[in-house]
């Protein structure tokens, strides 16, 4: 596999589930993102990982739980959701997390809906 | 504090006809500006970006960018667009926390 994979591509869940997306790279890189993408808004950064240390969290609800175990590996897991929370949720990673290139590298996202 | 205007979260051309997706931004230091752009079903991917050197930047694809200071626009344009370019576009700007900073989209329909 190369790139970055996302499992799994389509989840529907009742709010009193819990469950867990699942993102991994094969580019060697030391940060990993999680991002929401609803539509007609921007992306919206949830939570960065660097060498497996999170150092940005925008104010995210602690029924989104991230797990990063290695640099190649980044979890959210998902408890007590909403219906908003439906949406595109990405994982990215990039070769540093201060890098000047910006460049991020995505997968094809998790579509959750929330029932 | 950073930010990124789309005009227009649709955008319909004809085959061949040029495309100009338009993006502004607000930035206090001097920017770094990102198109990404987004397939059915797929994540984004970078499309150019410009980084303080040639204000004219070339990306995949055979779109191009330009870097205007004075207008604090970067708009993407495509001499004749293709039905291969149908899909989202992003225009971004690097944050002062070094993160990147994303306008709404805008979405490009090809007309046969």
């Known amino acids: 596999e190369t790139g970055v994979t996302q499992t799994p591509r389509h989840l529907v869940m009742g709010m009193t589930n819990k469950k867990s997306l699942k993102c991994e790279q094969h580019?060697?890189?030391?940060?990993m993102y999680w991002y929401k993408q609803s539509a007609k808004k921007p992306l919206e950064l949830m939570f960065v990982?660097?060498?497996?240390?999170?150092?940005e969290n925008n104010s995210v609800p602690s029924r989104f739980s991230p797990e990063c175990p290695n640099s190649s590996h980044l979890f959210l897991h998902l408890h007590t959701l909403q219906p908003e929370d439906s949406a595109l949720y990405l994982c990215a990673s990039s070769q540093e997390v201060l890098a000047d290139t910006g460049e991020l590298f995505f997968g094809e996202g998790s579509r959750l809906t929330v029932l | 504090a950073q930010s990124v205007t789309q005009l227009g979260s649709h955008v319909s051309v004809s085959e061949g006809a040029l495309v100009l997706l338009r993006c502004n931004y607000s930035?206090?230091?001097?920017?770094?500006l990102f198109w990404y752009v987004q397939y059915p079903n797929q994540g984004l991917q970078l499309l150019l970006k410009y980084t303080s050197a040639a204000t004219l930047v070339k990306g995949i694809n055979g779109f191009e960018a330009e870097f205007k200071k004075s207008e604090t626009s970067f708009h993407l344009t495509k001499p004749s667009a293709h039905m291969s370019d149908a899909a989202e576009y992003f225009c971004a700007v690097r944050g002062s926390n070094y993160q990147l900073i994303w306008g709404a989209g805008t979405k490009l329909i090809i007309k046969p």
């Open positions: 990982y660097n060498f497996k240390e999170q150092t």
């Open positions: 930035s206090s230091v001097p920017p770094y």
């Open positions: 580019l060697g890189h030391n940060a």
